[in-house]
């Protein structure tokens, strides 16, 4: 093996399911990251190539010094980012806002009818509508009290409980008791803690070590004092 160091050995290097070595694989891979499915595995794949030109020896028979390195082609990320912004989020947006708009003119043309249905099918859907708008609707009231007073204690503090949490789920600044302002507080928690979920990381391993998949040792290596404070917080919220 002319022009192979001593310590090298001849390795052929696999390419990705969803590549851009051409223009057929390119169109498929990047319709594959329009629907989201997977996206981040072309993402890896990219950020972690090298170019030809950087690194390399040998010769042309057998080159080497191209196998990939953990983010030598970081700026790849920024491409991925704002395909999936603008070609799922906008363009795909946009795409629908303009098949419902051609659906409303449709339906203004037809007399604010449905053109895809019959007669049958829109006085049915007509009847199931006026049925959910009519609906009983039942109005939350406070848990009532024993009705004797000699009632056993426990059915008072049962009482009690019950009365506490529903002014707790009912509560509302504006005082009509309509749990406006509870519900504003738990979607608030749960975008917290969906922040909170999003600060995660793996911790990348330093240059020659080696630990076991799925040891302990990965584990100890990831629980840092940042990782330990968010499982922490973390379960403040699970609890």
């Not at 499915?37 to 990219?46: E, K």
């Not at 009912?170 to 979920?197: A, H, K, P, Y």
Request: charged share 20%; net charge neutral; hydrophobic share 45%.
């Amino acid at each position: 093996r002319l022009g192979c160091p001593a310590d090298h050995a001849r390795r052929v290097w696999s390419r990705q399911v969803s590549h851009f070595d051409d223009v057929g694989m390119a169109l498929q891979a990047l319709f594959e990251i329009a629907g989201l499915d997977l996206w981040y595995v072309p993402l890896h794949a990219a950020m972690d190539a090298k170019p030809r030109t950087r690194q390399a020896h040998g010769d042309s028979e057998f080159p080497y010094g191209f196998q990939p390195e953990a983010e030598a082609n970081w700026p790849a990320a920024l491409y991925f980012v704002a395909f999936i912004f603008f070609g799922t989020f906008i363009l795909m947006n946009l795409f629908m806002g303009a098949v419902v708009d051609k659906f409303n003119d449709l339906k203004k043309a037809n007399g604010g009818q449905n053109p895809l249905q019959t007669p049958d099918q829109e006085a049915f859907s007509y009847s199931m509508e006026l049925m959910v708008r009519t609906r009983p609707f039942r109005v939350p009231r406070p848990p009532r009290r024993p009705r004797r007073l000699d009632a056993p204690q426990w059915r008072h503090k049962l009482h009690a409980l019950r009365l506490g949490c529903y002014k707790v789920v009912m509560w509302d600044t504006s005082g009509l008791e309509q749990g406006t302002s509870f519900e504003f507080l738990v979607s608030f928690l749960i975008l917290l803690n969906i922040t909170l979920m999003s600060l995660y990381y793996w911790r990348r391993l330093e240059p020659g070590m080696a630990l076991q998949v799925g040891g302990d040792a990965v584990e100890a290596w990831q629980r840092t004092p940042y990782y330990q404070s968010l499982e922490e917080a973390n379960d403040v919220f699970t609890f």
